[in-house]
């Protein structure tokens, strides 16, 4: 049958709109919701999308995609390819399902508020087409993820994960939201299509399939570069809505583009960068993490701004510098707090593997090999429980992630430290300078206590690790250890370092000890590559509270050395033996341990 | 990569990627055509600007194609893109930053 071409109609057809003659304008489309701003109403008349579709088209396309899809899943059930699959490589899938499968039904509703609240007819016709996608995509990835059910009880976190207050789970949902759920949908606009979907799902979709392709996870390569194929579409909405809002609000574009991107880049830090550069086997990686970033997201995603006319981010070389250094930072935090997470990250620094991170990352083995040095000596000295953690690293109060994370241990430029703000009498951690002025700019929206304020705040209970794991969901069965049974580790054997164990029993404590108040620090030990929750008594001297701080890090991560503890606060060296109450070290402030020189 | 704007596909793997490459290249007499065969994803690219129209990819595959069906091999593209029922264009419109570098 001879159809009439797309051309002739589709225009006319989607720009079908009423003039409203019942009700307000502004009450069809209020500012809160469509995000008006300085935008003339009728400049977006000329809103039109670049990437057409019709709807029997869509309908169409998407059949065959789905059945390509579940076909190929279909017959690799059949087959025992999944038993053969690499156990780090495994790890990727669970991390990717937990984190990725409920984040796609968020944004469903991205979709649909677009769908509502935009201002163009062409706009609203394209948006829910992208619901349906987004709903494609949860369903697909949770129906995959199902099925893997019966072979190990990670998969569940698959359904699980967003729903839970594990850590990152929190950092998603804060990110996301933000993203998709908080804003007008101007700015949805700008943020998700524009900004995520054309700039870093590509790196998670599309380039993390060539790693799955090559450890063999055919099933998921297919999945996921499947998924992207309607993000390639629906993501064309920003386009048409960024360049209707440059024209009027310039300064606005740049902002969302800008706090999306740096919220975004901290996220992939975790999610994809270990992926790529630990967890997928040393033969099958096809490039690095940075190398991935450098082709998608520096050179495509900045090409892309700079043909709007739109400019780098004011933080661009602090983003290009943590390319080399956040995700190997986020590697060693999640393998070190394993327990805290709901796939088993393999550690990825046996000898060779070393070499290929030395070869990709120049200042690697100086800045994060010491540290897996002490661990690797306590896994062969079978002193296990050196390599678990008593505490919790101190969370971003933007971000949620840990902080130290977006720099590195003997990083001069970007080093671990807070970057700390008091605001109405309230001490906040930032992981970073971007992170803190985006907070800023954002602070009137943002109201997501960290896993560290709610543990402060007595939302924890018991205050212990085993509290804490509890309350992040993390049943016994599914908690993360090392992929591989730390056998990365034995190729070193012979090394030793020596260890000097401290034992603390609570994080925080639930009452006030008989002889002193709790003053919970941010405490950040010389060498070490976090900051984290350290609870000093107000009546401890400075020299305990030093052994209090070290006992969190030294024989895990940093190694003994014999030399005296000395404390910092705010860059002066505190006498050893006046009490913490005489210090001036505040609850919630910032405190520094090293070694007496 | 070669050229100084990269634009174009990234066609995931499929059975029908080699006759789509083909009518790229087809399609752009003059311009240098860069392949990158990554396994799960090959990234085609041009400079600047890059097209392919449906008669060229019907040529190359020997039966007939619908332009919606390109939508499920192309996991992304660089550049910006325009979409008829008979050829796609992938450009940069080439603006002018206002950055100073």
Known sequence: MARMAREKWHDIARDVDWDLSYVDYEAVFPEWMSGQGKIPRDAWARWDEPYKVTYPEYVATQREKETGAYSVKAVLQKSRVFDQLDEGWKSVAKEHFGAVALVEDLAVYAELRMARFGLSPAWRNMAVLGALDETRHTQISLYFAHELLGKDPQYDWAHKAFRTNQWAAIAARATFDGMMMNPNVVDVAVQLPFTFETGFTNVQFVALAADALESGDINFANMISSIQTDEARHSQQGGPTLEILIEHDPRRAQWIIDKTFWASARLFSVLTGPAMDYYTPLPMRKQSYKEFMQEWVAGQFVDQLRDYGLKKPWYWDEFMAGLDTWHHSMHLGVWYWRPTVWWNPQGGVSPEERDWLHDKYPRWEEQFGPIWDVIIGNVNNGRMELTLPQTMPWLCNLCHLPIGTAGSPRNEKYPVRSYPLTYNGRAYHFCSRPCRQIWWEDRDTLHDPTVIERLLGGQIQPPTVEGILTWMGLTPDVRGDDAYGYQWARSYEGSTTKTRPFVTEAVAPSQPAADGLPVPVNAMFADDLITQLVVLLDSDTVDEAARKVAAQVVGRRVPPREAGLVVRLDGRVLPGDITVAESGISPMGVVNVGWAE | ?101
């Open chain 2, 1 to 101: 990569m070669a050229t100084g704007k990269p634009v174009g596909p990234v066609l995931r793997m499929s059975d029908d990627a080699d006759a789509i490459i083909a009518a790229i290249v087809d399609d752009n007499p003059g311009q240098e055509v860069t392949v990158v065969d990554r396994g799960a994803y090959t990234r085609v690219s041009g400079d600047g600007e890059l097209r392919v129209t449906r008669a060229s990819i019907e040529r190359h595959l020997g039966r007939g194609f619908e332009m919606r069906q390109l939508g499920g091999m192309m996991s992304a593209f660089a550049g910006r893109i325009e979409m008829t029922s008979e050829a796609v264009r992938w450009l940069l419109k080439g603006q002018e930053s206002r950055e100073t570098a």
